[in-house]
């Protein structure tokens, strides 16, 4: 039991510490946007974001979810647009990508996939941007980088030292990831796998919604699992694409804590699980 114990632990710390120079890297960028950058390069910066969608599609799929952990605190300040979160999150490779090259999987279906999942997400991002009704998410349209330091009550009002206040920023968050990691992935290695297997191989017509739904859950495990079962033929391609599109690691954790809107949260939810499920069927009809 104590080995157990000491494996959940050291799962979550390498889990956080891999994801701190991510962190680290954006609060340091929206600090220095906050305290350096003038008016208008900030104009710059809002006419970039009709570009997130691509960019965000393309470095979601770096393995480990730190890009989709930097696209939610980007998001909750108004840097990124929704689309370019989405894009960023349905993308997200997660474990998924160091699993299919260490399963033996061959380069060209491995690149096949990545494509699809980029794809998704950059088609998925662009759509929202442009057609989503600004009834179900309203758009940030100006960045509030000081209204995002208030909330989270940093402190970091040294305008001459961005790096220790990207730092405050960022233990902040580490310790709020480390902490949900440990309960995680304690629920996984107790039990967990084994029931998140067995309604995955048990409900195959439900396959897709219930991959898309285990996806959700904050944690490298789902993208870990199901890339698993779909490696040794337990669930198709599209079942796989609809836990790992759904699944942005610890990206939407992060959005639940930093930004303050609660039903604005929800409905992101909604809408990666929707996409997930949909895609994932697709994926069968088409590959």
Excluded at 59 to 68: A, K, N, T
Excluded at 203 to 211: Q, R, V, Y
């Amino acid at each position: 039991m104590w080995v157990l114990g000491l494996d959940i632990l050291m799962e979550a710390l390498f889990e956080t510490l891999s994801l701190f120079p991510y962190l680290y890297l954006t609060y340091l960028l929206m600090e220095y946007l906050e305290h350096k950058m003038s008016r208008r390069s900030m104009i710059y910066v809002r006419k970039a974001k009709q570009y997130g969608p691509i960019v965000g599609g393309l470095l979601g799929l770096m393995p480990q979810c730190g890009f989709s952990i930097a696209a939610a605190n980007l998001y909750a300040t108004g840097l990124v647009t929704l689309g370019t979160l989405m894009a960023v999150f349905l993308s997200t490779s997660d474990e998924m990508l160091p699993l299919l090259i260490s399963g033996g999987v061959g380069a060209g279906l491995i690149i096949q996939i990545l494509c699809i999942k980029a794809t998704y997400g950059i088609v998925s991002g662009v759509l929202i941007d442009n057609f989503l009704p600004d009834k179900f998410i309203k758009r940030k349209n100006e960045p509030d980088i000081s209204a995002f330091c208030q909330r989270e009550k940093c402190k970091c009002d040294d305008k001459e030292n961005i790096w220790k206040s990207a730092f405050k920023h960022t233990e902040k968050i580490s310790l709020f990831i480390f902490f949900f990691s440990l309960v995680v992935n304690a629920a996984f290695m107790l039990g967990g796998q084994e029931t998140v297997h067995d309604a995955l191989t048990t409900m195959p017509i439900l396959s897709k919604f219930m991959a898309a739904l285990v996806g959700l859950i904050p944690s490298c495990y789902p993208s870990v699992l199901l890339t698993q079962l779909y490696l040794s033929h337990t669930i198709s391609l599209g079942t796989m694409m609809a836990g790992t599109l759904s699944n942005a690691g610890l990206g939407f954790l992060v959005l639940y804590k930093v930004n303050p809107n609660s039903e604005e949260n929800l409905r992101v939810l909604a809408l990666l699980y929707g996409l997930g499920v949909f895609f994932g069927i697709v994926s069968d009809f088409l590959f």
